[in-house]
């Protein structure tokens, strides 16, 4: 475990719970607000999360060899994490141009 410094590994996993807070935090703000278009912003960010716990995982195991194709599957969940939240910052501002529309 020592391919990273211990304030890079603070930096790491409180960005990871930091980024598991704001998916709940946003699921709950759908909940509250009766907008379904935020849960669709919660889902969208899962790729990016998943992306986070390959690098984590990987540094983790001392980035070994064996464990490579995390890097190929955080790259990978990068790119779909993009798509995915700017897709749902699309349907968070289409559903609130239909909202002020229907108003």
């Given at each position: 475990m020592n391919a990273?410094?211990?304030?890079?590994?603070?930096?790491?996993?409180?960005?990871?719970?930091?980024?598991?807070?704001?998916?709940?935090?946003?699921?709950?703000?759908?909940?509250?607000?009766?907008?379904?278009?935020?849960?669709?912003?919660?889902?969208?960010?899962?790729?990016?999360?998943?992306?986070?716990?390959?690098?984590?995982?990987?540094?983790?195991?001392?980035?070994?060899?064996?464990?490579?194709w995390l890097v190929?599957?955080q790259a990978a969940?990068?790119?779909?994490?993009?798509?995915?939240?700017?897709?749902?910052?699309?349907?968070?501002?289409?559903?609130?141009?239909?909202?002020?529309?229907?108003?």
């Amino acid at each position: 475990m020592n391919a990273l410094s211990i304030p890079t590994w603070i930096v790491h996993v409180s960005s990871v719970v930091e980024w598991i807070a704001a998916i709940w935090l946003v699921w709950t703000y759908g909940d509250i607000s009766s907008d379904r278009s935020w849960r669709m912003l919660s889902w969208g960010m899962l790729p990016a999360l998943i992306g986070a716990m390959c690098a984590c995982t990987w540094h983790f195991f001392d980035n070994i060899s064996a464990l490579s194709w995390l890097v190929t599957l955080q790259a990978a969940m990068t790119v779909l994490g993009n798509f995915t939240l700017c897709a749902a910052g699309w349907w968070l501002w289409r559903s609130s141009k239909i909202s002020v529309n229907n108003e």
